[in-house]
């Protein structure tokens, strides 16, 4: 098989650090990155002429986002490092990427997947209107581009990101018009134990909070989304129900909204790695062991495209993956330091767990969606349509729902409807969640012009 | 001037970029993204191909798909992860194309 140079795709947290791992044992990997610099999305870069400092752009982060570029950096001369590079197809033996408008066969020897995650949401009624992004999306708008999404933002959802950024907003100046979590307040305080045992992480959400507030900012739990509301063609106001049941009238010009992350699992699809519901999650996940193998001989997976755990342990497995990728093909590896690796990274597998409990992903908000919501953003498709053309036609799985219905068949390739299009077929079929199975994946993973395969 | 939906908070200090929306002269800044400039001049990129409406992006980091716009020449390119250039004309129809 050669000396084919080791592949890593995807340069975040994860990517960069085996990178950066199987540079120091003298092997020079391909790095294929989808954005233009290193960092992922949580240590994403701000382009070039931007001067904030890193303090003011990854707040409690910014010592790791700092160590991160530049240990990346520091590799860039011994590594072939392939930015705004998409993985569009993996076979066995080759995967085929897009730059410049160009495609390349780029055969390999062994991958390590590092794709990372997407926001997770659940349709509610306007949310396609103009105005309302992801978490995520707010975040960048701040972080990558020194903007607000808009002068007054209703932050909505679940998760610690929704109040990392409705915080991070709130101090760069931005317009915060309240924070409403969907989890009751109950549910958080019992789970207050778990939390506990992620550290920092606990300590700085409450921060976060105590942060708002004393801004006299309105943070609500158990909150329900009813609406967002249109007036020339933008969104202009956010009804909800408050924990008491109370319908609330908002007045906004902007809704960033998220219920925790998804983990992108295409690439893995792709390369045939066999997945499994997990519980945790709620989400078919590749097959991977402790060690980031996978059950396909020279495929690897590390970080957040195999299961959310966050920045820290996606790093360790950067490395771990790194390591096994180094044993597999001869190399002596430090023994103690993939245990250490590994009782960290068991560690944050408690703390995944309760994080779910401290936020749990709102399932019934899908089941429950009415049928005038529209569920695929790409296709237009509604959940009443989704539901009639499931049910007309016998759809048992979420293939079949989506090759009938047109839900999941758009540019996104269900990577935004998918989570809450299973939830919804699932409650009409009134079947587990677990019984409707995944979105499968085509190559291309992405659109891509049609020149570049003709 | 539509009001913009994006609010610039920091990064004012930039050279100056022109572009053209729907034969409109208009400015951003240099490292705006196209969306970012798109967004800062008004609050749609495009239409709906479905009739839904006005859309303006929604992940902001080339997963949803939403934002692809197009230019006078034809070339379409998705607004989040492209950056605006001097010279861009940029075409956003309000019928599906």
């Known amino acids: ?454 | 001037m539509e009001a913009p939906q994006f609010q610039r908070l920091a990064e004012r200090d930039r050279p100056v970029i022109r572009f053209v929306i729907d034969g409109r002269s208009c400015e951003a800044l240099a490292g705006d993204t196209l969306l970012t400039a798109l967004l800062t001049n008004g609050r749609r990129l495009r239409s709906s191909e479905f009739g839904d409406g006005p859309r303006a992006g929604f992940c902001l980091m080339g997963t949803c798909q939403d934002c692809w716009v197009a230019l006078d020449d034809g070339t379409r390119l998705r607004a989040c992860t492209s950056f605006v250039a001097d010279g861009m004309r940029i075409v956003t129809p309000s019928t599906s194309t």
């Open chain 1, 1 to 454: 098989m050669g000396d084919r140079p080791p592949i890593v795709i995807g340069a975040g947290p994860a990517g960069s650090r085996a990178a950066v791992t199987l540079a120091a044992a003298g092997l020079a990997p391909i790095v294929i990155d989808e954005a233009p610099a290193s960092g992922g999305q949580i240590y994403r870069r701000a382009p070039a002429g931007f001067t904030r400092p890193y303090r003011s752009l990854y707040g409690f982060d910014a010592a790791k986002a700092r160590r991160q570029h530049e240990m990346f950096d520091g590799i860039r001369s011994s590594i072939d490092y392939r930015p705004d590079t998409l993985v569009w197809d993996l076979k066995p033996g080759a995967l085929h990427c897009l730059a410049g408008g160009q495609s390349r066969e780029v055969p390999y020897r062994d991958v390590i997947l590092a794709p990372g995650a997407r926001d997770r949401i659940i349709p509610f009624p306007g949310w396609t209107l103009p105005g309302i992004y992801t978490l995520g999306g707010a975040q960048i708008a701040l972080k990558h581009q020194g903007c607000a999404i808009g002068r007054r933002i209703v932050f909505m959802g679940t998760g610690p990101l929704l109040y990392l950024v409705a915080y991070q907003y709130a101090k760069a100046g931005g317009g915060v018009a309240a924070v409403l979590d969907t989890t009751p307040f109950a549910a958080q305080r019992r789970a207050v134990p778990g939390l506990l045992r992620g550290g920092g992480t606990f300590a700085k959400g409450l921060w976060y909070v105590a942060a708002l507030r004393a801004r006299g900012i309105v943070v609500a739990n158990g909150i329900r989304p009813v609406a967002a509301e249109e007036r020339d063609a933008a969104v202009s106001a956010f009804v909800y129900r408050n924990a008491a049941g109370k319908q609330r009238r908002l007045a906004c010009d902007a809704i960033a909204f998220g219920f925790g992350l998804s983990s992108e699992t295409q690439l893995a699809d792709l390369a045939e790695i066999p997945f499994a519901f997990d519980p945790v999650q709620q989400q078919f996940l590749p097959e991977r062991d402790s060690t980031g193998r996978t059950p396909v001989r020279g495929i690897y997976l590390a970080g957040d495209g195999g299961g959310i755990a966050g920045a820290d342990a996606a790093e360790l497995a950067g490395e771990r993956t790194a390591l096994a990728l180094l044993e597999d093909r001869g190399h002596d590896v430090d023994k103690p330091r993939l245990a250490a690796i590994e009782r960290t990274l068991r560690q944050s597998a408690g703390f995944r767990v309760a994080l779910e409990a401290a936020f749990p992903f709102p399932a019934d908000l899908a089941a429950d969606m009415s049928d005038e919501t529209i569920l695929c953003r790409c296709e237009g498709v509604t959940a009443g349509e989704f539901r009639r053309e499931a049910r007309a036609l016998d759809a048992d799985e979420i293939n079949r729902a989506k090759a009938f219905s047109r839900c999941g068949m758009g540019r996104c390739q269900g990577r935004v409807c998918g989570p809450a299009a299973a939830v919804v077929l699932a409650a009409a079929l009134k079947l587990p969640l677990e019984r409707m199975g995944r979105l499968r994946g085509q190559p291309p993973v992405k659109p891509i012009p049609m020149a570049v395969v003709t």
